[in-house]
């Protein structure tokens, strides 16, 4: 395994890659690896002739009130875990090598991000479309691998290899969880030990909507206001948003049918937790 910090040396290496006619698998992170990218990198792995492992926390798509600077980061022990799942190159730049300058031009995400994270947290789907943009340059994957706990986020991406037609595949992969339901999450170490044990319950109410939704409940509204209900009776944490749309292009639904998410942002005292399920009726 090879760590490259320079965009200049990790086209070199991917031109060499490409003439060998080897397929490449990519796997975007923020770094903080846990299950949920190791499942990632193991779907890469298995599908790809190279694993190529970025880690890169993007000033572009904190907004200045977030946690940018209190993100975690741990490089040794997230090199230990790529090397024991068989990355073949982490790409680590620094802030400097991506943004060496303000950037001329920036992606703007159009659609799909008037709600959900994207409405509550303005310019993020922008940051995350132009990183990205700039990644796909750099890697020329010809697959990317992204989680479903982040479902607006793939929603999103689809949209940015559709229309800026990267020859790039996106593989969504499901949410992987801790025992007791949670999401993994780095941000889940910003938990106090009271809110780990209160956490679990977004999931529980995830499930509970999906339980009534199976059978047969169509009423938006009660599905929503039950699942705060549930949420504020064993949590401390603020809801942010708590919605049902249609998937992935993320569409009020008068009635419920089709594919749908369920999805939820709750605020704790330091770390701000998503969840969601996605159904098909
Ligand atoms: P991040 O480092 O938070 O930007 O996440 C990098 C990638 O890992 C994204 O595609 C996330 O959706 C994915 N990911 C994060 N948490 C999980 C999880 N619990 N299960 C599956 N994928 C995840």
Redesign the pocket.
Known sequence: MKVITTIREMQKTIREIKLQQKSVGFV????FLHD??I??MENARENNDVLVLSIFVNPLQFGPNEDFDAYPRDFERDSEIALSKGVDYIFYPSVEEMYPKEMSVKALVQQRTNVLCGESRPGHFDGVATVLTKLFHIISPDRVY??L??AQ?VAVVEGLITDFNFPIELIP?D??REEDGL????RNVNLSPEERLEAPVLYESLLYAKRLVEEGERNTDLILSDMKKLIEEKSSGSIDYIEIFSFPELEPLPVIEGKIIIALAVNFKKARLIDNIIISI
């Open positions: 975007p992170t923020m770094g949920g990218h499942r990632l992204f989680g706990k982040d986020q992969v949410t992987v999401a993994k999450s780095s």
